[in-house]
């Protein structure tokens, strides 16, 4: 989240679009009432009516995986009306930026494709610069060629008729949501976007969040309080862990993993090529450098740049994330899997197929408070043939959140200390423990090695104590980056040195450390403004609370709204005040040519309106893999950019054998793949069953009644379960005809006190072109009764 | 790792805090004197965050010995004030479960069920299972560039451990093993 829970109650308009708080998030409700009760107005666009919609002034029906008809529709509306924000977008956007004349865009597709490769030439989208080197720009908007203009010719594409024909979404609704949501275009007024896993699990998941992002910006929603857009996070740490690097292309703090091309065979090269020329990446150096101190301490010097050759460097241009890393089983390329606390064989996408992958397996270890479908995977009572499967499995027992100690970071970037209440289950341990000791372990082994290759091993440091139990709080001091010489905690990632004199295991968190306290561990509960709550906890980074908020004050300063100061310049004092942290070097005056740049981040500080990623710098609408009808706005079909994976893993249905729309969700009474709460008595009683949502005339047609057992089918596998006829599910009448769509939860699986089919048996293995999130949320089905 | 109340005091910083944290029973003298009323004196409490989704409500863990007796919302946290949902509420039976599995678990190759064996036994084998792939598929040279990784052995999870928890396994098995595919819940 850009913002954090308890800012949502500032908002004056909220949209909530794939996402259903109401049930997957229920306490955020609280600040969303709080926001209506004050006159707020809310808004859910969501392919089904969920308690969210319920609670909506207007409720937009969308079919699964058209949100860039949604909001381009949305986008169009706005421009053509002029009711965006126009200090913010001509000042703090990169609106008025030019862009080169090799840019073009026809019948879906931008300029620079390669065929055969599937990805486009960037290049061809570039912001023009003069001899200097600094980007053109026309402060008028009024250049053909300027940013402005290109969206603005891009998205009158996007007229209502046919959006609605796309999406299914009544006229009048539709209307009047652009019609709501645009009225925070006022200078003053602040909208929020919420969303979720409905709006990134697509095969244009990053394009449908750069098309909130755009909506944001034109109304002058960043960086205010009340606005921003913020992503609901699902999972009680899914924020930290990604922090923390635990992805193949991230280190720490959002930074790369080296890999073999050229630019990478150094150091110096590798920083090159990562470091930007402006914003304030141009530190990376700095926090890339004090990391690795962190991963080998006095191993990592000058002489050897920093133990750089110790990382992994991952072979150039191979995708290893998680469908890949399926794929690359289903092959028989990977030996072992390491499982800590996670349990794909329900929540990944093709999960039959996932499944049969584990397999070929020589060895796995699962880490959990459960035994999960994962962990059991070769029994009988998942269907294998456990003589047949020569896998070799370790469980080791976890034990829960509240029998440790240690953070978790929440959606709003807090990071939020949890006490040990109780001592670990039986002979459960913390995965703290659990991995000290398999560390320590390992090093043992290394110790007496020569071998270069185990040389990283050996330099890595594990200085946590010698006993099974590490110390954490060395743990946290490390994570924080202390002055390797004088062992002082460094107090912010500004003061991070890239000459090996600092270290810091994760920069963004830099700061929650200083002196001699755990900020994480704050219990100061008071309002001092604006529900900031700035002494409580810890939010990364620098304890901000709002990202971006400069832009919360106006050109001079000045904050745009009266009622929602987020900081404001102060002539007098010469600084930024206020309620939050600056987003901003705090003594940053108008005398600086830089006062008016929010966006720090990005080369020249304003917010990416234009913005280069893999399909292309604006977004386009493309149909899911699956899907009922023909692109309406090109002639292209699938996302340009997407990769295919394993062929054999990813059968795709056609609409004329699977004619429904399908998506999944979740329940407030589970969660994820239903490990932890199908294993508990009350969790369980009060949702036993697996069910799918499906409309009164569906079920008509059908001959379904409420409860019959049916059974729904893809192209990828089939499950059975109760029908749940509702009211909640409507047709959607389309540009040529009309579809079905139904929905199911994805909790269930074998094991546990209550057990159902696995929604995720169904669902493709295709995933987004950037982020490769699978396309979980819009697939072809059918479905029947069970005999 | 105990707290003591004095500890948990001084962190919980300013008077609005200690006051609402004194209601609950932290202050020593309060806590006996209603000690013959309440029967929550006698317990400690102990504050944690809600380990399902990411909104990060507060809740106080309140055990005596070996039990969890009960568990509320933690009515000081500026998100939840108290309230929790239906998961949140029902926190108690992640420990209370029967199902929880508390021994160290091995299954030999083609093997059809579990066998309870030991920590020692259980953590050998996952080094050395570690260390054989690993040492065997290990790459240090590729073209003369040294690269120091293996594409063998794939790491997955995080998204429900601590932040503590997540720096050591990321350092471990990238910094420390060269593993390559190294992926968690935020991906899918």
Redesign the interface.
Known sequence: MTNH??DLKHADVLMIIGANPAE?????F??ILKALEKGGKLISVDPRFTRTSQMANVYGQLRSGTDIPFIGGMINYILENELYHKEYVAAYTNAAYIIEDTYSFEDGMFSGYDKDKRSYDKTKWAFKKDEEGKTLQDPTLKDPNCVFQLMKKHFSRYDIDTVIGVTGTAKETYLDICKTYASTGEVGKAGTILYAMGGTQHTVGTQNIRSYAILQLLLGNIGIQGGGVNA?????????????????DN??GYMQ?PT?AETD?TYQGFLDRITPKEGYWVNKPKFYTSMLK???GDNATKGNDFGY???????AGRN???MR?FD??YRK??????????N?AV???NAGKEIESLSNL??M?A?????TETSSF???EAGAD????????????AS?????????????R??????????P????????E??????R???D??KNSSN??D???KA?TWD?GESDH?D?DL??R??NGYDMKTKQQVKIFGDLKDDGSTCS??WI?CGFYPENENLA???????EGM?N?L??SFAWPANRRILYNRASADLNGKAWSKDRVGIEWNALEGKWKGHDVPDFVVTKGPDDPTFIDPFIMMAGGKGAIFASINEGPLPEHYEPYENPMKNSFSSVQLNPAVQFGEEEMNAQGDVSKYPIVATTYRL?????SGA??R?????AE?VPHMFVEISEELASEKGIKNKDKIVVSSARGEIEAYAMVTKRFKPYKLKEKTVHHIGMPWHFGYK??VTGGSANRLTPHIGDAN????E?KAFLCDVRRAK | MEMTRRQFLKISGAVAATLAVIELGFDEKGAQAKSKEFKIAELKPTPTICPYCAVGCGILVYSKGDDVVYTEGDPDHPINEGSLCSKGTTVRQVYTSEKRITKPLYRAPGADKWEEVDWDFALDKVAKNIKETRDRTFIHKENGLTVNRTDSIAYLGGAALDNEECHLLQKLFRAGLGLTFIEHQARI
């Open positions: 829970w308890n997957n998030h229920p306490i955020s609280r600040w609901l996070r699902g999972e009680s740490n899914v924020q930290g862990s990604t922090d923390f690097g635990l992805l193949y280190v720490p993993v073999t065979f962190s991963f080998y050759d110790y990382l992994p460097k991952l072979s290893y994330s998680f890393l690359a089983m390329e990977l030996e072992g899997l390491l499982l800590f606390g996670s794909p929540g990944g996408p020589k060895w270890v880490v959990d408070l459960f035994e070769w029994q009988k456990p003589a047949s499967i020569q896998t070799e499995v370790i469980f080791l027992p829960s959140s509240f029998e440790k100690e240690g953070s978790v970071t929440n959606s709003g807090w990071m939020q200390y949890r006490w040990q209440a109780i001592k289950k039986g002979e459960s341990k913390a995965d703290l659990i991995v000290h000791m398999l560390a372990k390992l090093k082994m290394y270069p290759a040389m990283p091993m890595m946590y590490p954490i743990v946290c490390e994570i295991g994760n968190y561990k704050r219990r100061d509960s008071t309002d529900s709550f002494n409580w407030s009474e589970h969660w994820q932890m709460t294993s508990q008595e009350w969790l009060l546990g006190i982020s490769t999130i699978p979980y």
